[in-house]
């Protein structure tokens, strides 16, 4: 059973960067998409972006395109989301997810447990 | 990007109801739409995928189907452990993935 484990939760000041991890076990993450996906407190869900590391390729949504990074080290198995000039906004549980899929319709089959990140002065 | 539009965005139920939430998308995404549960302070979990695929050990309880711009998933008796937030996503463009905003199934 592939399980996602995240790093521990995080506080940061305004203008600093945050990376998260995302270790993967009972699984290879090198031949599956790895998304992040955040969740501002009381809202909904919002997809930042994504690594396919047997391609090398990566790929954020536009809103994140310049503050975001995200990579993989196949070798421990583990991804990585580095997130750069922070503000209050970004305050929010993070989640790496795995995908799943038949055929060609892919989805989110495995979620790690969320990293809260907190902006704060 | 594609726009999912979910509604309602919060219903009331009681245990033994049929609930119908629905998913439309601002384009076309044939059948490549999925649905999650989420419980407070827990991840999502997928439910269907592909529009209408149950996914493995999810009770038969849960229906998806639609294709196109027009989804539904419909939980046919609904249960105390179904109160929850549901969201739709599509993966018609994995290069812009997006989620609908969500609803929120409260008991009555």
């Known amino acids: 059973q592939v399980q996602l484990v995240q790093s521990g939760a995080e506080v940061r000041k305004p203008g600093s960067s945050v990376k998260v991890s995302c270790k993967a076990s009972?699984?290879?993450?090198?031949?599956?998409?790895i998304s992040w996906v955040r969740q501002a407190p009381g809202q909904g869900l919002e997809w930042m972006g994504r690594?396919?590391?047997?391609?090398?390729?990566?790929n954020n949504a536009q809103k994140f395109q310049d503050r975001v990074t995200i990579t993989a080290d196949t070798s421990t198995n583990t991804a990585y989301m580095e997130l750069n000039n922070l503000t209050s906004v970004d305050t929010a549980v993070y989640y790496c997810?795995?995908?799943?899929?038949?055929?060609?319709?892919?989805?989110?089959?495995?979620w790690g447990q969320g990293t809260l990140i907190t902006v704060s002065s | 990007d594609i726009q999912m539009t979910q509604s309602p965005s919060s219903l009331s139920a009681s245990v033994g109801d049929r609930v119908i939430i629905t998913c439309r998308a601002s384009?076309?995404?044939?059948?490549?739409l999925n649905w999650y549960q989420q419980k407070p302070g827990k991840a999502p979990k997928v439910l269907i995928y592909?529009?209408?695929s149950l996914q493995s050990g999810v009770p038969s309880r849960f229906s998806g189907s639609g294709s196109g711009t027009d989804f539904t998933l419909t939980i046919s008796s609904l249960q105390p452990e179904d109160f929850a937030t549901y969201y739709c996503?599509?993966?018609?463009?994995?290069?812009?993935?997006?989620f609908g905003g969500g609803t929120k199934v409260e008991i009555k």
């Open positions: 997810a795995r995908v799943g899929c038949s055929g060609n319709n892919c989805y989110f089959e495995y």
């Open positions: 009972g699984g290879n993450i090198r031949t599956y998409a």
């Open positions: 592909a529009a209408s």
């Open positions: 996503q599509q993966s018609y463009s994995p290069r812009a993935l997006t």
């Open positions: 384009q076309s995404i044939s059948n490549y």
């Open positions: 690594i396919i590391p047997i391609a090398g390729t990566a």
